[in-house]
């Protein structure tokens, strides 16, 4: 996509930025320090009202003006239906089965970091 010299221009600085702020040691750190966060009620007490890229995405697609986005953006819960308790509970044991197959250790930190893509 050809951008304006000026706009082509901050995009290089915050790629470089980025680059070098968010290598795999800091991309570790987050990981760490915000595992199991979900499971904290300040953090669904710090996400009330906020509007993230994929419910942002979520908005730009939905054909409803009132409806389960507009409850999950104000804070409701998705229920914690049978399939989804069922799929938590056998995650571990599908990796393990997983690993054994392919003969490699999965980590499991819901995160890929590539040096040169920030």
Request: glycine content about 4%.
């Amino acid at each position: 996509m050809d951008q304006p010299p000026k706009i082509q221009a901050d995009v290089d600085n915050l790629v470089d930025i980025m680059k070098t702020t968010f290598n795999r040691a800091a991309i570790s750190a987050i990981v760490e320090a915000s595992r199991m966060q979900y499971k904290s009620s300040l953090w669904y007490e710090m996400r009330y009202g906020r509007i993230t890229a994929s419910k942002a995405h979520e908005v730009s697609v939905c054909h409803t003006p009132d409806g389960s986005l507009v409850a999950t953006i104000m804070g409701a819960k998705i229920p914690d239906i049978i399939a989804i308790k069922r799929g938590r509970s056998l995650e571990l044991s599908v990796r393990k089965t997983v690993s054994t197959t392919l003969n490699k250790k999965i980590i499991y930190d819901r995160t890929h970091v590539i040096d040169y893509i920030p």
